[in-house]
DNA sequence: CGTCACGGCGTACAGCGTACGTCATCGAAC
DNA sequence: GTTCGATGACGTACGCTGTACGCCGTGACG
Protein backbone atom coordinates (compact mmCIF):
# COMPACT_ATOMS: atom_id res chain seq x y z
CA UNK A 1 0.00 0.00 0.00
CA UNK A 2 3.15 2.36 -0.19
CA UNK A 3 2.82 5.14 -2.44
CA UNK A 4 1.53 5.34 -6.30
CA UNK A 5 -0.39 2.08 -5.72
CA UNK A 6 -2.27 0.59 -8.64
CA UNK A 7 -5.83 -1.21 -8.41
CA UNK A 8 -5.17 -1.74 -5.20
CA UNK A 9 -6.66 1.42 -3.78
CA UNK A 10 -6.33 2.36 -0.17
CA UNK A 11 -8.64 4.98 -0.72
CA UNK A 12 -12.21 4.02 -1.22
CA UNK A 13 -15.14 6.04 -1.56
CA UNK A 14 -16.45 5.43 1.79
CA UNK A 15 -13.47 6.07 3.43
CA UNK A 16 -13.29 9.86 1.64
CA UNK A 17 -16.91 10.36 3.29
CA UNK A 18 -16.17 9.82 6.13
CA UNK A 19 -13.39 11.44 6.84
CA UNK A 20 -14.97 14.25 5.33
CA UNK A 21 -17.58 14.38 7.71
CA UNK A 22 -14.59 13.77 10.62
CA UNK A 23 -13.29 16.59 9.12
CA UNK A 24 -16.20 18.81 9.37
CA UNK A 25 -17.26 17.98 12.55
CA UNK A 26 -13.74 18.53 13.88
CA UNK A 27 -12.64 21.72 12.18
CA UNK A 28 -16.29 22.90 10.63
CA UNK A 29 -17.99 23.10 7.71
CA UNK A 30 -16.47 25.83 5.90
CA UNK A 31 -12.52 24.59 6.91
CA UNK A 32 -13.64 21.38 4.52
CA UNK A 33 -11.80 21.53 1.39
CA UNK A 34 -10.25 19.20 -0.80
CA UNK A 35 -6.87 19.78 -0.41
CA UNK A 36 -7.35 19.87 3.78
CA UNK A 37 -9.30 16.14 3.30
CA UNK A 38 -6.69 14.85 1.15
CA UNK A 39 -3.85 15.79 3.52
CA UNK A 40 -5.86 14.10 6.07
CA UNK A 41 -5.99 11.08 4.72
CA UNK A 42 -2.25 11.25 3.70
CA UNK A 43 -3.39 11.25 -0.24
CA UNK A 44 -3.04 13.94 -3.25
CA UNK A 45 -5.95 16.23 -3.69
CA UNK A 46 -6.69 14.91 -7.04
CA UNK A 47 -6.54 10.85 -5.82
CA UNK A 48 -10.16 12.32 -4.38
CA UNK A 49 -11.74 12.89 -7.79
CA UNK A 50 -11.21 8.81 -7.81
CA UNK A 51 -13.48 8.38 -5.79
CA UNK A 52 -15.70 11.60 -5.53
CA UNK A 53 -17.10 13.44 -8.84
CA UNK A 54 -17.32 16.18 -7.97
CA UNK A 55 -17.27 18.37 -4.32
CA UNK A 56 -21.21 18.54 -4.62
CA UNK A 57 -20.42 14.91 -4.98
CA UNK A 58 -18.91 14.62 -1.66
CA UNK A 59 -21.64 16.41 -0.01
CA UNK A 60 -24.08 13.78 -1.49
CA UNK A 61 -22.28 10.95 -0.10
CA UNK A 62 -22.02 12.70 3.32
CA UNK A 63 -25.43 13.89 3.77
CA UNK A 64 -26.51 9.86 2.41
CA UNK A 65 -24.60 9.02 5.29
CA UNK A 66 -25.81 11.14 8.09
CA UNK A 67 -29.46 10.16 7.08
CA UNK A 68 -28.80 6.45 6.71
CA UNK A 69 -29.68 5.45 10.47
CA UNK A 70 -33.55 7.37 9.76
CA UNK A 71 -35.88 4.59 9.74
CA UNK A 72 -39.59 4.64 8.55
CA UNK A 73 -41.75 2.54 11.37
CA UNK A 74 -44.08 -0.07 9.11
CA UNK A 75 -47.28 0.41 11.45
CA UNK A 76 -50.77 0.59 10.93
CA UNK A 77 -51.17 3.81 12.90
CA UNK A 78 -50.35 6.35 10.83
CA UNK A 79 -49.93 8.66 13.79
CA UNK A 80 -47.14 6.50 14.88
CA UNK A 81 -46.14 6.93 11.39
CA UNK A 82 -45.30 9.89 11.09
CA UNK A 83 -44.30 10.70 14.68
CA UNK A 84 -41.57 8.41 14.41
CA UNK A 85 -40.41 9.42 11.47
CA UNK A 86 -40.65 13.31 12.06
CA UNK A 87 -39.30 12.52 15.97
CA UNK A 88 -36.29 10.32 14.80
CA UNK A 89 -35.74 12.29 12.27
CA UNK A 90 -34.73 15.30 14.12
CA UNK A 91 -33.04 13.78 16.74
CA UNK A 92 -30.34 12.13 14.22
CA UNK A 93 -29.81 15.60 12.61
CA UNK A 94 -29.59 17.27 15.96
CA UNK A 95 -26.74 14.76 16.56
CA UNK A 96 -24.92 15.63 13.40
CA UNK A 97 -25.60 19.52 14.45
CA UNK A 98 -22.71 20.94 12.47
CA UNK A 99 -23.56 19.03 8.92
CA UNK A 100 -27.17 20.09 9.26
CA UNK A 101 -26.41 23.22 6.53
CA UNK A 102 -25.26 20.60 4.20
CA UNK A 103 -28.14 18.26 4.87
CA UNK A 104 -31.17 21.33 4.42
CA UNK A 105 -29.71 22.82 1.52
CA UNK A 106 -31.68 23.52 -1.25
CA UNK A 107 -29.12 21.01 -3.70
CA UNK A 108 -29.14 18.29 -1.27
CA UNK A 109 -33.06 18.30 -0.12
CA UNK A 110 -33.67 15.41 -2.13
CA UNK A 111 -31.99 13.07 0.24
CA UNK A 112 -34.54 14.56 2.76
CA UNK A 113 -37.47 14.00 -0.28
CA UNK A 114 -36.46 10.42 -0.58
CA UNK A 115 -37.41 9.36 3.04
CA UNK A 116 -40.28 11.63 2.55
CA UNK A 117 -41.46 9.80 -0.20
CA UNK A 118 -41.42 6.36 2.03
CA UNK A 119 -43.27 7.90 4.86
CA UNK A 120 -45.74 8.12 2.46
CA UNK A 121 -46.10 5.46 0.84
CA UNK A 122 -46.05 3.88 4.77
CA UNK A 123 -48.91 5.99 5.13
CA UNK A 124 -50.75 4.60 2.13
CA UNK A 125 -50.20 1.11 3.39
CA UNK A 126 -51.69 2.12 6.68
CA UNK A 127 -54.72 2.86 5.02
CA UNK A 128 -54.76 6.65 4.11
CA UNK A 129 -55.90 7.82 1.20
CA UNK A 130 -53.43 9.20 -1.43
CA UNK A 131 -54.06 12.74 -1.33
CA UNK A 132 -54.49 12.72 2.55
CA UNK A 133 -51.48 10.75 3.07
CA UNK A 134 -48.92 13.72 0.25
CA UNK A 135 -51.02 16.15 2.64
CA UNK A 136 -49.58 14.65 5.76
CA UNK A 137 -46.43 14.12 4.50
CA UNK A 138 -46.27 17.81 3.11
CA UNK A 139 -47.63 19.66 6.44
CA UNK A 140 -45.57 17.49 8.68
CA UNK A 141 -42.53 17.79 6.52
CA UNK A 142 -42.81 21.49 6.97
CA UNK A 143 -43.06 21.29 10.94
CA UNK A 144 -39.78 18.75 10.99
CA UNK A 145 -38.01 21.06 8.48
CA UNK A 146 -38.52 24.07 10.50
CA UNK A 147 -37.66 22.36 13.72
CA UNK A 148 -34.23 21.42 12.21
CA UNK A 149 -33.60 24.56 10.49
CA UNK A 150 -34.42 26.49 13.83
CA UNK A 151 -33.43 24.46 16.83
CA UNK A 152 -29.81 23.61 15.58
CA UNK A 153 -28.57 27.13 15.71
CA UNK A 154 -30.49 27.98 19.21
CA UNK A 155 -28.75 24.83 19.97
CA UNK A 156 -25.24 25.81 18.92
CA UNK A 157 -24.92 28.92 20.34
CA UNK A 158 -26.28 27.45 23.68
CA UNK A 159 -29.35 29.47 24.62
CA UNK A 160 -31.89 27.33 25.25
CA UNK A 161 -31.28 23.33 26.62
CA UNK A 162 -32.16 20.59 24.18
CA UNK A 163 -34.63 18.86 26.43
CA UNK A 164 -36.72 22.67 26.23
CA UNK A 165 -36.76 22.75 22.71
CA UNK A 166 -37.53 18.62 22.54
CA UNK A 167 -40.35 19.57 24.65
CA UNK A 168 -41.55 22.20 22.41
CA UNK A 169 -41.19 19.87 19.44
CA UNK A 170 -43.40 17.28 20.75
CA UNK A 171 -46.07 20.27 21.59
CA UNK A 172 -46.33 21.27 18.26
CA UNK A 173 -46.20 18.15 16.85
CA UNK A 174 -49.42 16.53 18.69
CA UNK A 175 -50.89 19.57 17.53
CA UNK A 176 -50.30 19.20 14.35
CA UNK A 177 -51.31 15.61 14.49
CA UNK A 178 -54.72 16.15 15.76
CA UNK A 179 -55.43 19.16 13.82
CA UNK A 180 -54.62 16.88 10.59
CA UNK A 181 -56.58 13.77 12.28
CA UNK A 182 -60.02 16.54 12.13
CA UNK A 183 -59.30 18.61 8.84
CA UNK A 184 -57.47 15.94 6.79
CA UNK A 185 -57.99 12.19 7.84
CA UNK A 186 -61.08 12.48 9.31
CA UNK B 1 -19.00 62.36 -10.55
CA UNK B 2 -16.09 61.21 -12.15
CA UNK B 3 -13.27 59.18 -11.21
CA UNK B 4 -11.91 59.64 -7.95
CA UNK B 5 -14.66 61.55 -6.51
CA UNK B 6 -14.05 62.64 -3.12
CA UNK B 7 -16.51 63.22 -0.34
CA UNK B 8 -19.47 63.31 -2.78
CA UNK B 9 -19.95 59.52 -2.95
CA UNK B 10 -22.21 57.69 -5.80
CA UNK B 11 -21.63 54.49 -3.90
CA UNK B 12 -24.39 54.03 -0.76
CA UNK B 13 -24.78 51.37 1.29
CA UNK B 14 -27.91 50.90 0.07
CA UNK B 15 -27.08 51.37 -3.63
CA UNK B 16 -24.59 48.56 -3.31
CA UNK B 17 -27.10 46.30 -1.15
CA UNK B 18 -30.06 47.07 -3.89
CA UNK B 19 -27.42 46.39 -6.92
CA UNK B 20 -26.62 42.78 -5.10
CA UNK B 21 -30.39 42.15 -5.02
CA UNK B 22 -30.63 42.46 -8.34
CA UNK B 23 -27.37 40.90 -9.29
CA UNK B 24 -28.37 37.74 -7.09
CA UNK B 25 -31.93 37.66 -8.87
CA UNK B 26 -30.46 37.84 -12.43
CA UNK B 27 -27.29 35.63 -12.02
CA UNK B 28 -28.11 33.75 -8.89
CA UNK B 29 -26.72 33.80 -5.71
CA UNK B 30 -23.49 31.68 -6.60
CA UNK B 31 -22.51 34.48 -9.16
CA UNK B 32 -23.13 37.19 -7.25
CA UNK B 33 -19.35 38.39 -6.15
CA UNK B 34 -17.81 41.54 -4.85
CA UNK B 35 -15.98 41.84 -8.27
CA UNK B 36 -19.16 41.04 -10.52
CA UNK B 37 -21.02 43.37 -8.16
CA UNK B 38 -18.54 46.40 -8.11
CA UNK B 39 -18.44 45.89 -12.19
CA UNK B 40 -22.24 46.34 -12.24
CA UNK B 41 -21.98 49.22 -10.28
CA UNK B 42 -19.12 51.09 -12.48
CA UNK B 43 -16.81 50.90 -9.10
CA UNK B 44 -14.02 49.62 -7.89
CA UNK B 45 -14.12 46.31 -6.10
CA UNK B 46 -12.70 48.02 -3.20
CA UNK B 47 -14.67 50.74 -3.24
CA UNK B 48 -17.51 48.35 -1.90
CA UNK B 49 -15.96 47.66 1.02
CA UNK B 50 -16.27 51.51 2.25
CA UNK B 51 -20.02 50.70 2.39
CA UNK B 52 -20.02 46.92 3.89
CA UNK B 53 -17.43 45.79 6.40
CA UNK B 54 -17.71 42.07 4.79
CA UNK B 55 -19.15 40.20 2.23
CA UNK B 56 -21.01 38.78 5.06
CA UNK B 57 -22.14 42.35 5.88
CA UNK B 58 -23.47 42.85 2.43
CA UNK B 59 -25.56 39.71 2.98
CA UNK B 60 -27.02 40.68 6.10
CA UNK B 61 -28.14 44.37 4.39
CA UNK B 62 -29.80 42.30 1.51
CA UNK B 63 -31.88 39.92 4.20
CA UNK B 64 -32.79 43.13 5.88
CA UNK B 65 -33.87 44.65 2.65
CA UNK B 66 -35.42 41.46 2.00
CA UNK B 67 -37.43 41.40 5.06
CA UNK B 68 -38.26 44.78 5.43
CA UNK B 69 -41.77 44.67 4.13
CA UNK B 70 -42.96 41.70 6.65
CA UNK B 71 -44.65 43.68 9.06
CA UNK B 72 -47.17 41.89 12.07
CA UNK B 73 -50.56 42.75 12.76
CA UNK B 74 -51.73 43.81 15.64
CA UNK B 75 -54.68 42.42 16.51
CA UNK B 76 -56.50 41.33 19.46
CA UNK B 77 -56.91 37.91 17.84
CA UNK B 78 -53.62 35.73 18.57
CA UNK B 79 -54.65 33.49 15.78
CA UNK B 80 -54.77 36.35 13.37
CA UNK B 81 -51.83 37.43 14.48
CA UNK B 82 -50.21 34.01 13.86
CA UNK B 83 -51.74 33.51 10.64
CA UNK B 84 -51.10 36.86 9.17
CA UNK B 85 -47.62 36.81 10.13
CA UNK B 86 -46.50 33.03 8.59
CA UNK B 87 -48.77 33.85 5.89
CA UNK B 88 -47.19 37.30 4.52
CA UNK B 89 -43.61 36.29 5.64
CA UNK B 90 -44.16 33.20 3.45
CA UNK B 91 -44.96 35.30 0.63
CA UNK B 92 -42.65 37.77 0.52
CA UNK B 93 -40.11 34.99 0.63
CA UNK B 94 -41.65 33.28 -2.19
CA UNK B 95 -41.51 36.13 -4.00
CA UNK B 96 -37.61 36.60 -3.24
CA UNK B 97 -37.35 32.81 -4.15
CA UNK B 98 -33.69 33.33 -5.74
CA UNK B 99 -32.60 34.61 -2.24
CA UNK B 100 -34.34 32.25 -0.06
CA UNK B 101 -31.25 30.88 0.85
CA UNK B 102 -29.33 33.76 2.03
CA UNK B 103 -32.41 34.17 4.87
CA UNK B 104 -32.55 31.46 6.02
CA UNK B 105 -28.36 30.53 6.24
CA UNK B 106 -27.91 30.01 9.63
CA UNK B 107 -25.77 33.11 10.40
CA UNK B 108 -28.89 35.53 9.31
CA UNK B 109 -31.36 33.93 11.45
CA UNK B 110 -31.21 36.96 13.47
CA UNK B 111 -32.94 38.58 11.07
CA UNK B 112 -36.05 36.40 10.85
CA UNK B 113 -35.48 36.00 15.05
CA UNK B 114 -36.10 39.83 15.55
CA UNK B 115 -39.61 39.20 13.92
CA UNK B 116 -40.62 36.67 15.83
CA UNK B 117 -39.72 38.29 18.50
CA UNK B 118 -42.06 40.99 17.70
CA UNK B 119 -44.68 38.55 17.01
CA UNK B 120 -44.25 37.40 20.74
CA UNK B 121 -44.35 40.50 21.70
CA UNK B 122 -47.90 41.19 20.27
CA UNK B 123 -49.38 38.09 21.38
CA UNK B 124 -48.86 38.71 24.75
CA UNK B 125 -50.86 42.12 23.55
CA UNK B 126 -53.11 39.56 22.45
CA UNK B 127 -53.47 38.31 25.92
CA UNK B 128 -51.74 35.13 25.91
CA UNK B 129 -48.90 34.58 28.91
CA UNK B 130 -45.21 34.93 27.94
CA UNK B 131 -45.06 30.55 28.13
CA UNK B 132 -48.04 30.22 25.38
CA UNK B 133 -46.88 33.13 23.46
CA UNK B 134 -43.49 31.69 23.38
CA UNK B 135 -44.27 28.33 22.58
CA UNK B 136 -46.89 29.51 19.76
CA UNK B 137 -44.08 31.58 18.35
CA UNK B 138 -41.48 28.72 18.25
CA UNK B 139 -44.16 25.72 17.16
CA UNK B 140 -45.50 28.32 14.28
CA UNK B 141 -42.30 29.60 13.75
CA UNK B 142 -40.86 25.92 12.92
CA UNK B 143 -43.88 25.27 10.18
CA UNK B 144 -43.25 28.70 8.62
CA UNK B 145 -39.75 28.44 8.04
CA UNK B 146 -40.21 24.22 7.10
CA UNK B 147 -42.54 25.62 4.32
CA UNK B 148 -40.22 28.38 2.96
CA UNK B 149 -37.17 25.58 3.20
CA UNK B 150 -39.29 22.83 1.47
CA UNK B 151 -41.82 24.86 -0.91
CA UNK B 152 -39.11 27.03 -2.50
CA UNK B 153 -36.82 24.47 -4.27
CA UNK B 154 -40.46 22.83 -5.13
CA UNK B 155 -41.25 26.03 -6.87
CA UNK B 156 -38.06 26.00 -8.70
CA UNK B 157 -38.09 22.80 -10.25
CA UNK B 158 -41.64 23.41 -11.24
CA UNK B 159 -42.99 19.98 -10.03
CA UNK B 160 -45.67 21.64 -8.14
CA UNK B 161 -48.00 24.94 -8.73
CA UNK B 162 -48.00 27.57 -6.25
CA UNK B 163 -51.37 27.42 -5.84
CA UNK B 164 -51.29 23.52 -4.39
CA UNK B 165 -48.33 24.52 -2.17
CA UNK B 166 -50.31 27.87 -0.96
CA UNK B 167 -53.42 25.66 -0.16
CA UNK B 168 -51.72 22.49 1.72
CA UNK B 169 -49.74 25.58 3.89
CA UNK B 170 -52.86 26.52 4.73
CA UNK B 171 -54.42 23.66 5.81
CA UNK B 172 -51.95 22.83 8.01
CA UNK B 173 -51.61 25.95 9.81
CA UNK B 174 -54.90 26.32 10.28
CA UNK B 175 -55.24 22.28 11.85
CA UNK B 176 -51.36 23.98 13.85
CA UNK B 177 -53.28 26.60 15.09
CA UNK B 178 -56.62 24.76 16.46
CA UNK B 179 -54.22 22.09 17.76
CA UNK B 180 -52.50 24.70 19.69
CA UNK B 181 -55.47 26.31 20.61
CA UNK B 182 -56.57 23.64 22.35
CA UNK B 183 -53.24 22.12 23.65
CA UNK B 184 -51.56 25.26 25.02
CA UNK B 185 -53.73 28.23 24.82
CA UNK B 186 -57.11 27.06 26.51
C1' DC C 1 -4.84 79.14 2.22
C1' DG C 2 -3.41 74.92 4.55
C1' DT C 3 -4.61 70.61 6.12
C1' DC C 4 -7.17 66.76 6.98
C1' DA C 5 -10.34 63.05 6.72
C1' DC C 6 -12.46 60.20 3.51
C1' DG C 7 -14.01 57.80 -0.62
C1' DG C 8 -12.40 55.52 -4.67
C1' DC C 9 -9.11 52.62 -6.67
C1' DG C 10 -5.23 49.14 -8.07
C1' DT C 11 -2.18 45.81 -6.61
C1' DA C 12 -1.20 41.72 -4.36
C1' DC C 13 -1.83 37.48 -1.67
C1' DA C 14 -3.56 33.30 -0.02
C1' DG C 15 -6.77 29.97 -0.71
C1' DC C 16 -10.18 27.59 -3.37
C1' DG C 17 -12.13 23.78 -6.95
C1' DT C 18 -10.60 21.12 -10.47
C1' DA C 19 -8.92 20.01 -15.70
C1' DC C 20 -5.31 17.64 -17.49
C1' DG C 21 -1.34 14.69 -18.33
C1' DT C 22 1.80 11.29 -16.52
C1' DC C 23 3.25 7.29 -14.26
C1' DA C 24 3.18 3.04 -11.42
C1' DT C 25 0.86 -0.93 -10.65
C1' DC C 26 -2.37 -4.55 -11.03
C1' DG C 27 -5.36 -8.60 -13.14
C1' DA C 28 -6.21 -11.07 -17.14
C1' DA C 29 -5.05 -13.08 -21.61
C1' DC C 30 -2.02 -15.54 -24.24
C1' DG D 1 6.29 -15.78 -18.40
C1' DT D 2 5.21 -12.02 -20.88
C1' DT D 3 2.42 -8.52 -22.53
C1' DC D 4 -1.46 -5.26 -22.41
C1' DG D 5 -5.35 -2.51 -21.00
C1' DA D 6 -7.43 -0.44 -17.04
C1' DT D 7 -7.21 2.07 -13.06
C1' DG D 8 -5.82 4.95 -9.33
C1' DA D 9 -2.48 8.20 -7.41
C1' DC D 10 -0.20 12.31 -8.17
C1' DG D 11 1.80 17.21 -9.54
C1' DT D 12 1.16 21.18 -12.05
C1' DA D 13 -1.43 24.87 -13.47
C1' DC D 14 -5.56 27.95 -14.33
C1' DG D 15 -9.08 30.90 -13.15
C1' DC D 16 -11.63 32.49 -9.61
C1' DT D 17 -12.58 34.05 -4.93
C1' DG D 18 -12.47 37.51 -0.63
C1' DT D 19 -9.98 41.14 1.06
C1' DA D 20 -5.56 43.70 3.40
C1' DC D 21 -2.96 47.49 2.29
C1' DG D 22 -1.35 51.77 0.46
C1' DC D 23 -1.88 55.57 -2.70
C1' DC D 24 -4.29 59.44 -4.71
C1' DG D 25 -7.62 63.15 -5.51
C1' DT D 26 -11.16 65.87 -3.50
C1' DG D 27 -14.38 68.69 -0.77
C1' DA D 28 -15.02 70.73 3.80
C1' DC D 29 -13.32 73.24 7.60
C1' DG D 30 -10.23 76.22 10.49
Given at each position: MAAGTGTTSALTRERVVVAAIALAERDGLADLSMRRLAAELGA????LYNHVSDKEDLFDGMVEAVLAPVRIADSADWREIVATWATDGRQVLLDRIDLIPLVIAPQRLVHLGRISGAVGSALERAGLDPGAAATVVRVVGRYFAGAVLLDAPRLRTGGVSRAALDRTFATGLSALLSGLDAEVVG
Open positions: GTMS
